[in-house]
């Protein structure tokens, strides 16, 4: 078995460990209400990546891009996505405005440490699927690039944390069907493995929400 493999069968069994507790415990209309589930704000300041990274095409990732499609959470980090082959553009602008490289990440990528203290990972991948997500954004109140919702919760499901799989089930769980449709279609062609969970994870976002 090779490495990739080996770790795709450590995320799918860590995925369905987590499914299944929730599914012993979950009751519907138990979670927080839909006034709180329906909430879309951007109080956590973000530091102005736009004004660093100028010319070269990203999006941003992980919990700060959650808050386009859930509740809120605090989270002090920035992650934005680039193609691989774009990774030497992003240092030159990132360098050019004073920031410092502080080493490489478990995944491929990088870590920075901004000129207003933000601490920056530079997720840097080569999969098919990034250059459509980085090409394809949504955009928050302020204009900042934001990943759509179908390469975000791809991402999740790849990651498989406890943190990203309970991200991607209340994200889901309030999710137009015609959303729905788009999320399911890039998650059959780019991880067919896990269709099967993400139709549990929407289900758990339903009962979350009482229905």
């Known amino acids: 078995m090779s490495g990739d493999e080996s770790s795709r069968d450590f995320h799918a069994t860590r995925r369905k460990l987590f499914i299944n507790l929730i599914k012993k ?4 209309g138990t979670g927080s209400s839909l006034e709180f589930l329906d909430r879309r704000t951007w109080t956590y300041p973000v530091a102005n990546i736009q004004s660093i990274i100028q010319k070269t095409p990203f999006v941003v990732v992980g919990g700060i ?14 992650d934005i996505l680039v193609k691989a082959e774009d990774k030497f553009k ?4 990132l360098d050019l ?8 990440l478990s995944i491929s990528g990088s870590q920075w440490n901004l000129p207003d203290g933000t601490l920056l990972d530079v997720l840097e991948f080569s999969e ?7 090409s394809s954004p949504n955009y928050n109140p302020n204009g900042l690039p934001i990943i759509a919702l179908p390469y975000l919760v791809l991402m999740k499901l790849q990651a498989s944390r406890s ?9 889901l769980g309030g999710t137009q069907e015609s959303d729905l449709q788009e999320v399911r279609k890039v998650v059959r062609v780019y991880l067919p493995d896990a269709a099967e969970d993400l139709e549990s994870l929407i289900a758990l976002g339903k ?5």
């Open 25 to 28: 415990r979950v009751k519907p």
């Open 207 to 211: 009962l979350e929400r009482g229905e």
């Open 163 to 171: 943190q990203d799989l309970a991200d991607v089930s209340r994200m």
């Open 65 to 78: 891009a959650t808050r386009l499609y859930m509740p809120e959470r605090m989270t002090l980090d920035l």
């Open 90 to 93: 992003v240092y030159r602008e």
């Open 128 to 134: 098919k699927w990034v250059s459509d997500a980085v």
């Open 97 to 104: 405005a004073g920031s410092q490289r502080i080493g490489e």
